[in-house]
């Protein structure tokens, strides 16, 4: 009873000084309680305006209050995804629960602005954004590929100016890459450790993005808080490592989301259910039909899993993370099956939810959210059933609310619009694209690029990003079979880690309006030059970052030929562009190229 007492003078004061606030107070009834660590079977929650007033109210509700009713339901704190990258599709994490996003690098005017709404109490329909800002990477090191011109660091003599430039920025801790892959650079260990120990001088978390067992070690060794990915090779020592983890004080995202689609693995189809595909039209769907594998690995996803079972044995802080705005992901949605991931690894359905709500928010520091206690944010999220004995449970949502304001309306008007577009003629994709008889798609003369499908064919350069990459095309003497080769002269300007300038060619009917690829198996082109080595490209819709396939040049006609499937994290059924291009480096370029094909073999 002493516990009711002040809450009950609480909210008659509520009623003499605010009736907007008691208007807005809301009482979800006789519900199962997850408050971040521990079940309730049977509670009442009462929240007012963005603050919970009682994670146990008893008695009366309150005069003007909206009752919920909880029965067969389970009320759980705002779930928090602790690694993505926030660069779009701002609207859909709330849609599906997701009221907090712990991001990794994302564009610094972005996060300033989601810090502004979130200062003015303003940011109801978006999920609290708490950001690394920009990334800790060397020159042409991960993080340099996606079009961003950012600052890149060479050695430990930079890193405290590095990490008080961030700060200066807005950046909520400092993520740092070790590692490169891919043909990337990666800083040192020596200026990773400078990094960390800068960091800490300034109070601020050091999370790392590792790629192997070996650099997981070293970056907790050299007193990294935070792994922020697992690795998908086999582990030498699984329970090794995770007593290196809790000896070093760390917590480790494993990303299974982004995991998984590298491992190819297409299991537990998020799309296949109608309660979450409803809400993502078809641009936002796309990355989720896409992966980094284009063939399933299963053993590539044993060691996390292992290593993610040995961290739980070992007491380490495990945490849910997606990586979303990675093909294979999305924002908000991909949560449901990391959650799912996470119970499969080993964890149990509760340590799950802890690793969405309560864990990531003591780790990170995030203040008064991740539980259901008094005093706390009133970010929520009530589901159908009991997601403490089925995890699968989180996907049957009944209500969000975001700073105590329900989403309900934004999930309808979503469902709505999501319905509406599907009606809609679409633009190309789904009808499968009709080929020529002979594949060929370049129909090059002097007067104009021409192709019998789609938009055809056009320059292409970095200058929407700000660079100064140039190119000229011109159409060159017939060759012995009447057909037309294309002189590509190309300026790859500096400035951009990945620039580019060279020759496009949209298969829709509009710009960068989608085409289905699905019966395409090769791409296939003869090339000859100036004897460096080349890019080319292809888009797919809602998927931001292009799939890569490189070929080289000589002084003699050569064929070459590129499987669609090596093109990694595009979704063949909407293909918005084939490029051939020059570039990074900067420099001048010269290639022809004639005979282009889209083959069925």
Known sequence: ??????????????????????AAATLVQDVRVFDGKAVHERRSVLFDGATILDANFRGAAPQGARIVSGA????????IDAHTHAFRWQELPVLFGVTTQVDMFTDIELMKA???????????????????????TAPNGHGTQFGLLIPTITGPEQAQAFVDARIAEGSDFIKIVMGGGYGMQSISLATAKAVIDAAHLRGKLAVVHIGNEQDAR?????????????????????????????REGAFVIPTFAVLESMAGWRGDDLLADPGLAGLLDKDAQAPLKTHYGNKERAELLAAPKAVTAALIQAGVPVLAGTDAGNPGTQYGVSMHRELKALVDAGLTPAQALAAATSVPAQVF???????IAQGYKADLLLVEGNPAADILATRRIVEVWKDGASANGLRERQRQQVAKAAQAPQRGAGKGLALPPDG???????????????????????????????VVLTPGQALADGQVPLAVDATVAPGLPFAWAGLAFMPGAQPMAPADFSAVKTVRFKVRGDGRTYQMIAMSQGVPTPGAQSFTTGPEWAEVSVALRELKGIDPATVTMLGFNAGPQPGDYRFEIVDVRLLTQ
Do not use: N
């Open 1 to 22: 009873m002493k516990r009711i007492i002040p809450v009950t003078l609480l909210l008659c004061a509520g009623l003499a000084t605010s009736s907007y606030a008691l």
């Open 72 to 79: 067969g339901r389970t009320l759980l704190p705002g779930l």
């Open 114 to 136: 989601a810090k502004q709404e979130m200062a003015q109490g303003s940011r109801h329909d978006h999920a609290d954004l708490f950001s690394a800002g920009t990334l800790v």
């Open 218 to 246: 070293a970056m907790l060794e050299a007193g990294a808080d935070g792994l922020v990915h697992l690795f998908p090779a086999a582990s030498s020592d699984a329970a090794g490592l995770a007593r290196l983890a809790r």
């Open 365 to 371: 520091r995030l203040g008064k959210r991740g539980r």
């Open 440 to 470: 060929r798609i370049s129909q090059f003369s002097a007067q104009r690029l021409a192709s019998p499908i789609g938009m055809g064919w056009s320059a292409s350069t970095d200058s929407f990003a700000g660079a100064k990459s140039t």
